[in-house]
């Protein structure tokens, strides 16, 4: 019970890492606002999850919606103890000249906009209540990058530094501001990122440039969190952690 009591709010918990995270903080006694723009997903992941979770639609990459999401998380669980700003995306791997600038633009909403929305709704409240923590995920992508996915690195590269930048600033009123880096995993994404179609020959290429023989899953990246957010690292911020089995070394 490693997180008994904390009131938490994990965005794009409707699949892959985010549900994850939502699992491994529900079984260690947290209360989870599972965030996400797939209303169904997210109904979907609170009902499995039980009576400490709480569903809740909302697009990250508005402001609107962002302030919205935790009216409604402090309303149901009485505050707001941990954030993970986890929603993501991006368009398939593809040559960068071919990216229009509607879909750079989408790229950095959900990715990057979004912490800044969560950003100016958190803070705040956590002046108010004495502090809080964020968790951000961004990528071995924004550290060492691969082709044709360089809007999408670049964008991961900002929530890394973002991170940082955020931790030395609130690090005054007692906010952590940590970022954990997975490798690739076997997500909704992932098609994303290798490129189409997700062949075993394919998906070998990739592994073949990460150390540890294998891809990141769900547990790993859900791991870090419990530890970044948990009290038993309350002198940890501004480090960006990666989960990558040595693919950045
Ligand atoms: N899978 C990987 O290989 C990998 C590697 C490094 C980092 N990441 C990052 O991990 C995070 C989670 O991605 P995933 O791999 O679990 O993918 P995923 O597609 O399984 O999950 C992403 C979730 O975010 C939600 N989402 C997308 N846009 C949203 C928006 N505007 N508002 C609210 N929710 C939105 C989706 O509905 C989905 O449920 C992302 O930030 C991604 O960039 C993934």
């Given at each position: 019970?490693?997180?008994?009591g904390?009131?938490?709010?994990?965005?794009?918990?409707?699949?892959?890492?985010?549900?994850?995270?939502a699992?491994?903080?529900i079984?260690e006694?947290?209360?989870?606002?599972?965030?996400?723009?797939n209303e169904?997903?997210?109904?979907?992941?609170?009902?499995?999850?039980?009576?400490?979770a709480i569903?809740?639609?909302?697009?990250?990459?508005?402001?609107?919606?962002?302030?919205?999401?935790v009216?409604?998380?402090v309303?149901?669980f009485?505050?707001l103890d941990?954030v993970?700003?986890?929603?993501?995306?991006?368009?398939?791997n593809?040559?960068?000249m071919e990216t229009?600038?509607?879909?750079f633009?989408?790229i950095?909403?959900i990715n990057?906009?979004?912490?800044?929305?969560?950003?100016?709704?958190?803070?705040p409240?956590w002046?108010?209540?004495g502090g809080?923590?964020?968790?951000?995920?961004?990528?071995?992508?924004?550290?060492?990058?691969?082709?044709?996915?360089?809007?999408?690195?670049?964008?991961?590269?900002?929530?890394n530094?973002?991170?940082?930048?955020?931790a030395?600033?609130?690090?005054p009123?007692?906010i952590r501001?940590?970022?954990?880096?997975?490798?690739?995993?076997?997500?909704?994404?992932?098609?994303q990122?290798m490129?189409?179609?997700d062949?075993p020959?394919?998906r070998?290429?990739?592994?073949?440039t990460?150390?540890m023989?294998?891809?990141?899953?769900p547990?790993?990246?859900?791991?870090?969190?419990?530890?970044?957010?948990s009290?038993e690292?309350?002198?940890?911020t501004?480090?960006?952690l990666?989960?990558?089995?040595?693919?950045?070394?």
């Amino acid at each position: 019970m490693r997180l008994e009591g904390k009131r938490t709010l994990v965005t794009g918990a409707a699949s892959g890492f985010g549900k994850g995270i939502a699992e491994t903080y529900i079984r260690e006694g947290a209360k989870v606002a599972v965030v996400d723009l797939n209303e169904e997903g997210a109904k979907a992941v609170a009902r499995e999850l039980g009576e400490n979770a709480i569903a809740v639609t909302c697009d990250v990459s508005k402001g609107d919606q962002v302030q919205a999401a935790v009216d409604a998380t402090v309303e149901a669980f009485g505050g707001l103890d941990i954030v993970v700003n986890n929603a993501g995306w991006t368009n398939p791997n593809s040559p960068l000249m071919e990216t229009d600038e509607e879909t750079f633009r989408k790229i950095y909403d959900i990715n990057v906009v979004s912490i800044f929305h969560m950003t100016k709704v958190c803070v705040p409240l956590w002046r108010k209540s004495g502090g809080g923590v964020m968790l951000n995920i961004g990528s071995t992508a924004g550290i060492r990058p691969r082709p044709g996915l360089t809007w999408y690195n670049s964008s991961k590269g900002a929530v890394n530094l973002m991170s940082r930048s955020l931790a030395v600033e609130l690090a005054p009123d007692n906010i952590r501001v940590n970022c954990i880096a997975p490798v690739m995993g076997a997500t909704a994404l992932l098609e994303q990122f290798m490129g189409v179609p997700d062949t075993p020959e394919n998906r070998e290429k990739f592994i073949a440039t990460i150390p540890m023989g294998r891809m990141s899953q769900p547990r790993d990246i859900a791991n870090a969190a419990l530890y970044l957010g948990s009290d038993e690292a309350d002198f940890i911020t501004g480090v960006v952690l990666e989960v990558d089995g040595g693919r950045t070394v």
